[in-house]
């Protein structure tokens, strides 16, 4: 029987997930799961390089999950495991920390960016943050990694530290390659649409929500920031427009042009209006799934448990490979 190719990814469940995160990643992860062996966790370790509310990590990490299941990630199938319930990520995590550079990690533009707001006090976790992302990807002899653009120069590293530990001992991991959809690999922030949208932003307007009500996003998308041209056209010199469009075409699969040409002669609100009902008309029955799973915590346990045996078995075995060719007695 030929064995199917291997795919991992991940969300950190430190806030609300937005039309970034479900464009960039879930999306695509949907169409991918039919032909792919996949793992899809919810990176709780991750999520702690940043403070975190204790009771906020837990409800978001279940949200997170309910997510992941009503948009449309079969449980049956896939593995669906919170990170923090395989303990082989942490201690991988450190195997390969004592191979990684201080100059590459210093390298890393999410580190710049997210150390920015952290003061005098950076912590150290968001520095091996990388290392971590990693291991979560090594550990599953991983070929695919389906994630927005922002985590490209990560899936670089991971290429690195794989191929750097295969020449210093001997083949050991799977060197990934980075999966980005060509439509909904960047979307941007509304209101500084040169900016990616982020859920940790401090304005709301900026991003849209997975869970935002109807009216919530009509009015963020009436509000975005566009331009004074006047004119629906998909080009560098009006990026809030241009963002718009790619939603439009992240979620309906259409291009660009089809988009500029409906809108031909018409202005900016009622185009703006078209893309919010574009935008609700594709999270409304999510949003109605996340309602109805949310509450039933004990099957949202057994599909989290049931994934982190499958991920553990899996995990372990390359753990262990790693232990021994390091020189660990085991
Ligand atoms: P994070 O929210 O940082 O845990 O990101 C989880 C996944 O969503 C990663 O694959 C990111 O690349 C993707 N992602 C996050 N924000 C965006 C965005 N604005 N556009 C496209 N993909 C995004
Ligand atoms: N660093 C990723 C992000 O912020 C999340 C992540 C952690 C991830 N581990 C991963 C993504 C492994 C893909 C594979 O978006």
Redesign the pocket.
Known sequence: METKKVI?????PSGSLTLGNYLG?IKNWIKLQDQYECYF?I?DL?AITVKQEPKDLRSKTLEVLSIYLACGIDPEKNALFI?SHVPAHSEASWLLTCSSYMGELSRMT?FKDKSQSQGESIPAGLFI??V??AA??LLYQ?DL????Q??KQ??ELARNLAERFNNTYSPTFKVPDPYIPKEGAKIMDLQEPTKKMSKSSDNPNSFILILDPPEVIRKKISRSVTDSIGIVNYSDDQPGIKNLINIVCAIRGITQEEVVDMFKGKGYSEFKSYVAEVIIEELTPIQEKVKELISNKAYLEEIYKKGAEKANYVARKTLRKMQKKIGFIQ
């Open positions: 991992l990814s991940g969300i950190q990643a966790c990176v991750h990170q999410q943050y990388p971590l992302m979560d990807i991983t990694v389906p994630v927005g922002d985590q990560h899936l």
